[in-house]
C-alpha cells in the first residue's frame, strides 16, 4: 500500500480561512470552565502546580496534525465546540480507507470555509499537509501562530510496522521531529502528543505507571513511540517548550479505524464471516472510549500553565526537564480479547465464528493503565464501559455502512 498523499479532491485547502483563522478576536469566547478541585497533596508528589487561571484563557488557537484521523476528527470536535480555533492538517494518506478519513471530515464541516464565505470568520480551517513537508509545516505555523500544537498523526497499527517498517520512520521519527522542530522555530510553548501504551512492551507489572522503565519495546511502532517522548524531553530540557506525551491505551469508538480489531471483528461477524483471535483470544486489553480520551484532552488543555516548574526552578540542574510529561489515559479495566468478542456479540445479537491462533509477533499479552496521575491532574477518570461505548460504536457502524 502507497503511503503517500492521496490527489484526493483539493478541498478544505484555503488561504482565506487561514488568513482569517489568524486575525480572528478571541475576546468573544466563552471558553469552558472546569472542576478543578485537584487533591494538592498528590500534585505536588508530582511536581506539578494549581492551575495558572491566566493561562487558562492564552489557550486559543491550536493546530491538530492528523485531524482526519479518528482521535483527530472526535478530538477537534470537542475543541470546536469548546470555543477554540482549530486549524486541521493530514496527509488523507491511504492506510485505511481515506473515503473515511474524507467523510470525517465532511462531517467537521471544514469544507464550508471557502472564499465564498469570506463574509464569516471561521473558526477552523484544514490544510492537506504531510509531517514530513517542513517547509509547509514552518509556513502553516508562521501563518497560524498557534499557542497550541497537537500532534496526532502517525503510522499507527503494530501488525502493519512488521510489513511496512520504514513508514515508521518515516511518519514517527522523521515527521515528528519536523513537526517539534518548526513549533520550536516558530516559538510554540505548548506541544501535546500521541504516544502509545505499547511502549510498555511486555513489562510484567501491572498497571503500568508513568514512572515504570519503558526500555523494551517489541515492535517498531513502540520504538518510535517510545522515541518521540525523548526526542520531546531533549525539546523540553533545551528550549522549555512544555511537552505533554499521551500513552493512549487502545482507543475505540464511532468512526473509529478499520484496521483495528474491534472494527474489522464488527464486520466480518456481521457478514458470517470467521475472525482470527490471537494468542487464543487470552490477551488482555484495556479498552478506552473515545469521549474519555477526548474528556481527557479537553480537560488539560486550559491546565497545561499548572505544568510549569516554578520560575526559580533550575531546570539545566534536573535530571528530568520539568516541563516535560507523561500521562496514560487508558479505561483501567482490562479484559481478554475473547471476553471482549462475547460483549460485541451481545451488542450485535449474533454470534461469531472464532479461530483461536498462536501469538502474533510484536503484540503484547497485556495492557493496563494506572491512570492517577492523569487523575490528580484533571480530575477525571476514564469510566465508560465496554458494552456502553461498543454499543456506540456498532449503533454508528450500522447508520454508516447499511
Ligand atoms: N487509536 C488507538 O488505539 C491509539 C492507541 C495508542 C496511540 N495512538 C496514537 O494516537 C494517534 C492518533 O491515532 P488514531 O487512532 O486517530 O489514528 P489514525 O490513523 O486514524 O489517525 C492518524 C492520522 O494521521 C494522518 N497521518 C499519518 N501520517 C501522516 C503524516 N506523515 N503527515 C500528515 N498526516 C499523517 C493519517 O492520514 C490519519 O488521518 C496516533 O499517533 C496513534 O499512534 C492511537
Not at 508528589?45 to 491566566?54: A, I
Not at 492537506?128 to 508562521?142: P, V, W
Not at 513508514?167 to 514517527?172: P, T
Not at 513489562?203 to 505507571?209: C, D
Request: glycine content about 6%; some cysteine.
Amino acid at each position: 500500500m502507497s503511503l503517500s498523499p492521496l490527489s484526493l479532491r483539493p478541498v478544505y485547502v484555503c488561504d482565506y480561512a487561514l488568513a482569517s483563522f489568524w486575525t480572528f478576536d478571541f475576546q468573544t469566547f466563552d471558553f469552558p470552565t472546569f472542576d478543578f478541585r485537584l487533591s494538592t497533596s498528590r500534585l505536588s508528589t508530582l511536581d506539578f502546580r494549581l492551575p495558572d487561571f491566566r493561562l487558562i484563557s492564552s489557550m486559543k488557537k491550536i493546530l491538530i496534525t492528523g485531524a482526519a484521523g479518528f482521535i483527530g476528527y472526535h478530538l477537534s470536535q470537542r475543541l470546536l465546540k469548546d470555543g477554540y480555533r482549530i486549524c486541521g492538517i493530514d496527509n488523507l494518506n491511504d492506510y485505511y480507507d481515506p473515503t473515511l478519513k474524507q467523510a470525517r471530515l465532511d462531517h467537521l464541516q471544514l469544507s464550508t470555509f471557502d472564499r465564498s464565505t469570506s463574509s464569516t470568520t471561521p473558526r477552523q480551517a484544514f490544510r492537506l499537509l504531510d509531517l514530513q513537508d517542513f517547509d509547509g509545516l514552518t509556513k502553516l505555523l508562521t501563518e497560524i501562530q498557534p499557542d497550541l500544537v497537537i500532534n496526532l498523526a502517525a503510522q499507527a497499527g503494530v501488525r502493519y510496522s512488521l510489513e511496512h517498517p520504514r513508514a515508521y520512520i518515516q511518519g514517527n521519527i522523521d515527521g515528528f521531529f519536523n513537526i517539534l522542530e518548526a513549533s520550536k522555530q516558530q516559538g510554540v510553548q505548548n506541544f501535546i502528543y500521541a504516544s502509545s501504551s505499547s511502549v510498555y512492551g511486555n513489562n510484567a507489572k501491572s498497571p503500568f505507571a508513568e514512572t515504570d522503565r519503558v526500555d523494551y519495546p517489541v515492535s517498531l511502532y513502540a520504538a518510535t513511540k517510545k522515541s518521540n517522548e525523548l526526542i520531546a524531553h531533549t525539546y523540553s530540557h533545551l528550549y522549555q517548550m512544555t511537552t505533554v506525551g499521551l500513552r493512549f491505551f487502545t482507543v475505540y469508538g464511532p468512526w473509529g479505524r478499520p484496521d483495528m480489531a474491534y472494527y474489522f471483528f464488527t464486520k466480518a461477524i456481521l457478514a458470517g464471516e470467521p475472525i482470527r483471535l490471537f494468542n487464543q483470544g487470552l490477551n488482555l486489553r484495556d479498552y478506552t472510549y473515545i469521549d474519555d480520551i477526548v474528556e481527557s484532552i479537553a480537560r488539560m488543555i486550559p491546565t497545561m500553565g499548572a505544568l510549569k516548574p516554578d520560575s526559580d526552578f533550575d531546570q539545566y540542574q534536573a535530571t528530568r526537564s520539568p516541563f516535560h510529561h507523561i500521562f496514560n489515559i487508558g479505561g483501567s479495566q482490562p479484559v481478554p480479547v475473547l471476553e471482549f468478542v462475547q460483549t460485541l456479540e451481545d451488542v450485535l445479537g449474533k454470534k461469531a465464528c472464532k479461530e483461536l491462533v498462536d501469538f502474533q509477533p510484536g503484540d503484547v499479552f497485556s495492557t493496563q493503565a494506572d491512570t492517577q496521575a492523569l487523575e490528580s491532574f484533571i480530575n477525571f477518570k476514564p469510566g465508560i464501559s465496554l458494552k456502553e461505548g461498543l454499543a456506540e460504536f456498532v449503533k454508528w457502524y450500522r447508520s454508516y455502512y447499511e
